[in-house]
């Protein structure tokens, strides 16, 4: 286990991205695990040459960073995931075009469309991920807070939420 694990800071608080299917801020300050996921912003270098954006371990990721890996080439239509993780901690980021995430905890469902560079979505432990709706050449690049173990992976939905609740 990454002990370095440490509360998401986001960079630019005001310019939090908002989810589709918004589960976040219920009235009453109530929150789900699905709370523990969010969009991070990175820095930003505006250049009329092109932009740059720079991520630094221990400074923008709130874990210790173990194995990055991208997806690529995915065909229109296909969907990745459909699994949760039982310890790993991950950022996604639209490193070119879009797709969508839809994050489930068991109980809630949000819907999150990445489509910027210089914006990660983190997801915690145990959380559902699916992600579709990939654009003609999109990027999805993952820092991931472990390496490669197919043991960490729950791959039945119902097993998921089986554990997710407590059952
Ligand atoms: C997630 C999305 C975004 C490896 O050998 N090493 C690796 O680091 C990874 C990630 C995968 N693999 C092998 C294991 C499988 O035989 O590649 C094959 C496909 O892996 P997986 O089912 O994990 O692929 P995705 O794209 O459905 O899911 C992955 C991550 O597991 C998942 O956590 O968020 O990418």
Request: proline share 5%; aromatic share 10%.
């Amino acid at each position: 286990m990454n002990d370095r694990i440490k509360d998401v800071q986001l960079l630019t608080p005001n310019e939090q991205m908002r989810p589709e299917g918004l589960i976040h801020g219920v009235p009453g300050g109530y929150t789900t695990p699905l709370s523990n996921c969010r969009i991070m912003y990175f820095p930003k270098i505006h250049d009329p040459a092109g932009n740059l954006t720079f991520i630094e371990g221990g400074n923008h990721i709130p874990f210790d960073i173990a194995r990055t890996y991208y997806l690529y080439d995915v065909p229109g239509g296909s969907s990745r995931g459909s699994h949760a993780h039982k310890g790993l901690h991950q950022v996604l980021i639209a490193m070119s075009g879009s797709f969508d995430v839809v994050l489930d905890d068991g109980t809630h469902q949000t819907r999150y469309h990445l489509n910027r560079s210089y914006c990660g979505l983190y997801i915690c432990p145990m959380i559902w991920r699916r992600l579709e709706n990939f654009s003609s050449g999109s990027v999805c690049m993952v820092l991931a807070s472990q390496t490669y173990d197919e043991a960490d992976y729950i791959r039945d939905y119902d097993e998921f939420r089986q554990a997710a609740l407590g059952k």
